[in-house]
């Protein structure tokens, strides 16, 4: 009977087992090595560019989470690819300081793996004191002429950077004498609005201070200016160019020009407040680019910006020598010519214009060695004062005559 029981027992045990399913142990999950931040890693409090390494993740994506001991901080990167490395553009949060941080890498499986606990350390010594801007700051969005003033600087330099929050927006300034104060003459760059934004002073000896949060307001742009656009293509030293707008107060309007948030200079000067404005001057030396834009100020200090548009390269590189302005064809002249120098490519063609009217071809393609000859007489394209050759090259390149008469 004994031997019976204890036969019962033990399958009644074996049973039981067979019934309960092994459990997956979290350890079983850790697989991910992470290489990067390691032991001897030491990050400075609201560093920014900070990276972590890893190897080991699956799927196609993994997220990080940074702990100090064994408490949650914050997202060290959101979802990020699976590459086996990562870089956090941000500045660090104010996690504090500490030899006890951590990354936790988290693949699309729910696997996961730990870095070796890693210093962050204080930022410098932060011993400037940023005076302006402060609480009671408020900008406006691409405002110019805004400042920043500091006392305890060390060294000769210093340079600004701007944060919106923990984020790195810019430089504000770039380097300048440490003299206490610095104007920055450029429009604020496109750095958003909200009244979480901070400058960072770092002198010459990687010393810092950060200036009080202050705001930055949205633009009240009551112009509307409502030419150039963003389709709009100027040519460099482009000549009669125009501005169009509506909304300015005042009797008179002035206009200045940039590029992106840099003060170019002046576009027009005061200007009767009529919408429209012309400038018969060539556009100064301003560069190229698809980042330009104008600027309206009326006489109640009303502001307005237009699009962002276009100023492209000038493609003149091209000189006809011949005709020129001491020339003269007869109507119908047989024996006519052309002269030219830097032209590119194995051809070119030539049209014919009186004043701007394209009146047809000079010469079809012919071959680029400078010099051509009209086939036969001139064409009945009239009489006058104000005829010009234009010369187009196998790229796009053209030059222009002077204006020559055709009797």
Same mark, same amino acid.
């Given at each position: ?41 030491v990050w400075v409090e609201f560093q920014t560019e900070t990276t972590c390494n890893w190897n080991g993740a699956i799927g196609e994506t993994v997220y990080i989470k940074i702990y100090k001991g064994n408490n949650y901080q914050s997202f060290f990167h959101q979802e990020t690819a699976n590459d086996g490395q990562c870089t956090r553009n941000e500045a660090l949060g104010n996690w504090g300081t500490g030899n006890d941080f951590r990354l936790k890498v988290i693949d699309s499986q729910e696997n996961f793996g730990w870095s070796d606990y890693f210093t962050i350390t204080e930022a410098g010594t932060e011993i400037i004191e940023v005076i302006y801007p402060n609480e009671n700051t408020q900008w406006i969005e691409y405002q110019t002429n805004t400042y920043c003033d500091w006392e305890n ?104 020009? !940039? ?111 400078? !010099? ?36």
């Amino acid at each position: 009977m004994k031997a019976f029981v204890t036969v019962l027992l033990v399958c009644f045990l074996f049973i039981s087992g067979c019934d309960n399913p092994v459990e997956t142990k979290e350890d079983d999950l850790e697989i991910i090595d992470v290489t990067f931040p390691n032991e001897n890693t030491v990050w400075v409090e609201f560093q920014t560019e900070t990276t972590c390494n890893w190897n080991g993740a699956i799927g196609e994506t993994v997220y990080i989470k940074i702990y100090k001991g064994n408490n949650y901080q914050s997202f060290f990167h959101q979802e990020t690819a699976n590459d086996g490395q990562c870089t956090r553009n941000e500045a660090l949060g104010n996690w504090g300081t500490g030899n006890d941080f951590r990354l936790k890498v988290i693949d699309s499986q729910e696997n996961f793996g730990w870095s070796d606990y890693f210093t962050i350390t204080e930022a410098g010594t932060e011993i400037i004191e940023v005076i302006y801007p402060n609480e009671n700051t408020q900008w406006i969005e691409y405002q110019t002429n805004t400042y920043c003033d500091w006392e305890n600087a060390t060294g000769d330099n210093v340079y600004i950077e701007i944060y919106k929050g923990a984020i790195y927006q810019g430089l504000y300034h770039d380097e300048t004498a440490n003299d206490g104060q610095c104007t920055r003459n450029e429009a604020l760059g496109n750095w958003g609005t909200g009244n979480d934004f901070r400058l960072k002073v770092i002198d010459a000896n990687d010393k810092i201070g950060w200036s009080d949060y202050f705001t930055i307001q949205a633009l009240n742009e009551s112009i509307n200016i409502t030419f150039p656009i963003s389709t709009t293509n100027w040519l460099e030293y482009q000549i009669k160019t125009s501005c169009d707008w509506i909304n300015a107060t005042g009797d008179s309007v002035r206009i200045e020009i !940039f590029q992106e948030d840099t003060y170019l200079g002046e576009y027009h000067s005061w200007t009767t407040n009529d919408g429209h404005c012309n400038r018969d001057e060539a556009l100064e030396d301003w560069g190229t680019g698809n980042d330009f834009r104008l600027k309206m100020i009326d006489a109640n200090g009303n502001e307005g910006w237009s699009d962002f548009f276009t100023i492209n390269t000038l493609n003149l590189p091209i000189i006809i020598l011949y005709p020129n302005n001491t020339t003269y064809w007869q109507q119908f002249e047989e024996d006519t010519y052309c002269e030219w120098n830097y032209a590119t490519g194995a051809w070119v063609y030539i049209e014919i214009y009186k004043g701007n009217v394209l009146k047809g071809l000079y010469h079809d393609e012919t071959a680029n060695d400078g !010099f051509c000859r009209h086939n036969g007489p001139l064409d009945d394209w009239g009489t006058g004062t104000d005829f010009r050759l234009r010369l187009i090259d196998a790229n796009d390149n053209e030059g222009w005559s002077d204006y020559f008469t055709i009797e």
